[in-house]
């Protein structure tokens, strides 16, 4: 992992095509702006997280017996 240290109004460029710039740090708080294709998914990380244990509760209520139906499907 790279650290770095920037302040308000610095910019940290990922290649070509994103830029992450330092909106506002206030209070133990940093903004942070990011400019990049529309095409990359930015996700917080605890967003992504919750999506992790929704589709997991999701895939524990299903059935042995729905799982195997849908093997037998998939296999025409």
Known sequence: M???????GEEILL???????????S?????VGIE???SLVILRGELKERIKASNQEANAKVGEQELKD???????
């Open 2 to 8: 790279l650290i770095l240290g920037r302040k308000e």
């Open 27 to 31: 209070k133990g708080v940093v903004k």
């Open 70 to 76: 849908l093997s037998r499907l998939l296999q025409k």
């Open 15 to 25: 290649g070509s095509e994103i830029t992450v710039k330092i909106v506002e740090v």
């Open 36 to 38: 990049a294709p529309k």
